[in-house]
């Protein structure tokens, strides 16, 4: 489901990295060294890329069998989630544990009602009433779309809609042929695959989370486990962990100015993130057993400064303050559990000093119940659950650093093998295409020495020669350009035409409305190029530099 070049090989990304690429020839952007062409780049003419698609399991036009199975096993999780814990909660009614009940099905309905009207008010916005006037046919046709949604977000499904729609609009963009229809559908694509991991993240937090350190409690008070309760502690578990990679894997496959994480690094990411948050609800759970109001009060105290923290981080997410605000409130309960990285720069300092903090709580939480646990609880068992919870814990971390050392998608900083742009490729890293000969580098003003003159005591020492810029016409493009007068957000934030359901509106009514693609592009005034965000391709421009 690649988005960018026709036959860009990879997985759900609409264009390549070229911002951070070094001149090493003479062009400024270095691609292959195996046939050092832009066909390798493209892949659909390119013999080793080829074959490591069939190795792959993928087409020549870029679309992976493992984009479609990653975003299957998100449906699958996803449904599986919800069934077991509403399957447990009917399993408290007939054992008629009325208080288990309603919590265990309040942390399932609240949360989606919550996500099902934020999904449909996306939809009212994307696909909302304009003053254009419509066809009888289409007329019925809008009115039969907007019943379809309306049902199906009251039963529920909004997200498993957004699924469907994701593999529809894959195979859509498969199967044609023409390059600016192609490029419509992995448009709407990008769209509703970003829609479907924001909402997947809100409801992860809210829902499964809490919904397993409840279960977990449970079981704890009770010193006895079911079988139900397992698979649905298990389940929310590897929804959160799945949750979190998919959010960042979407966030990169969206944005051209970063790699993509490959889907090794994104099963090692999931296999951390299970860890230290089975880690850490397993302390909360312990401490919530014995100490049930003095689990509340921390739970709001470590909330309150997890989201001060990140208010004086300065993020930029969304457009206004009040949705930043809030964003950044549901940042801090994702901070009650596990890391989110919110802001580029000092990553690694950042990080160790939050999972300093969440090791020292689990300790405290771990210890005070251990000292203070019920008397029937026996000692070998106790023990046990600690070993169990700081190994978990350990575990976790190690993967963890694993993952930045070798899979993240900046770059392996530990190389086990010598890297071509085919091993780059399989490790799911974005190859930057080469530059035409006039594109490789703006002109500079060259300095040479000056003739001094006989005579002269003041001469000047050197002089500037101003060379003139060759003028370009290659690559220009051919459609619509929506030209948005600010600066591209920087990473990890999206950017502004995924989260501005104006601008996204604009974008759609030009895509059905002319008969090429239609490009956004983005000012940054400390380049001298403009980055087009559909085709990947720079043109020299003057004006951006003064």
Request: hydrophobic share 45%; proline share 5%; aromatic share 12%.
């Amino acid at each position: 489901m690649a988005g960018g070049d026709p036959g860009s090989a990879g997985g759900l990304v609409p264009s390549s990295d070229a911002s951070e690429a070094a001149p090493e020839t003479e062009s400024t952007f270095h691609v292959c060294y195996c046939c050092d062409s832009f066909s390798c780049y493209c892949g659909c003419r390119s013999g080793c890329l080829r074959a490591l698609g069939r190795r792959l399991g993928s087409s020549e036009d870029g679309c992976t069998a493992l984009d479609f199975a990653w975003v299957v096993a998100a449906l699958l999780v996803l449904l599986s989630d919800v069934a077991t814990d509403v399957c447990l909660a009917l399993a408290y009614y007939s054992s008629e544990d009325y208080s288990c009940f309603a919590l265990t099905l309040g942390f399932v309905l609240g949360p989606s009602l919550a996500v099902q009207a934020l999904s449909f008010c996306w939809f009212v916005r994307d696909y909302g009433p304009r003053p254009s006037r419509r066809p009888p046919g289409r007329r019925c046709c809008s009115v039969c779309v907007w019943s379809w949604q309306a049902v199906i977000h009251i039963l529920q499904l909004g997200q498993v809609w957004r699924y469907v729609r994701v593999l529809y609009l894959g195979v859509r963009s498969q199967r044609q042929k023409t390059y600016p229809y192609r490029r419509r559908f992995q448009w709407a694509l990008m769209y509703e695959y970003a829609d479907v991991s924001m909402l997947r993240l809100l409801e992860g937090m809210l829902e499964s989370a809490p919904q397993l350190v409840l279960q977990l409690s449970i079981m704890l008070q009770r010193r006895r486990v079911d079988a139900l309760q397992c698979i649905s502690s298990i389940a929310s578990l590897l929804s959160l962990a799945i949750v979190l990679a998919a959010y960042h894997k979407a966030l990169r496959d969206s944005r051209d100015d970063k790699n993509i994480m490959s889907y090794r690094g994104a099963l090692l990411h999931i296999a951390w993130r299970s860890l230290t948050i089975f880690s850490r609800v397993l302390s909360f759970a312990l401490f919530a057993s014995v100490f049930q109001l003095y689990f509340v009060i921390f739970l709001v105290v470590h909330w309150c400064l997890m989201t001060f923290w990140i208010v004086t981080e300065e993020t930029d997410f969304c457009a206004s303050k009040w949705e930043e605000i809030l964003f950044n409130m549901l940042v801090g309960v994702v901070y009650i559990f596990c890391w989110f990285g919110v802001k580029e720069g000092k990553v690694p300092l950042r990080m160790a000093v939050f999972y300093l903090i969440i090791l020292t709580e689990n300790v405290v939480l771990t210890l005070s119940w251990y000292f203070y646990r019920d008397t029937a609880v026996p000692e070998a068992s106790a023990a046990l659950l600690l070993t169990f919870n700081f190994l978990s814990f350990a575990v976790g971390i190690g993967l963890m650093f694993l993952y930045y050392a070798a899979f993240h998608p900046s770059g392996p900083r530990l190389r086990w093998v010598p890297s071509s742009c085919c091993a780059t490729i399989l490790a799911g890293l974005a190859v930057p295409p080469p530059l035409p000969q006039a594109l490789s580098a703006p002109a500079v003003p060259t300095v040479a020495p000056c003739d001094v003159e006989a005579g002269t005591r003041e001469t000047p020492v050197f002089e500037v020669r101003h060379v003139a810029v060759p003028t370009v016409t290659q690559l220009q493009p051919e459609g619509p350009v929506i030209r948005v007068g600010l600066p591209r957000k920087r990473y990890p934030a999206w950017d502004t035409h995924f989260l501005d359901r104006r601008l996204r509106g604009t974008i759609r009514l030009l895509e059905y409305t002319t008969p090429t693609a239609s490009i956004v592009q983005y000012r940054d005034v400390s380049i001298r190029y403009e980055l087009y965000e559909i085709f990947g391709v720079w043109r020299q421009d003057t004006s951006l530099g003064t």
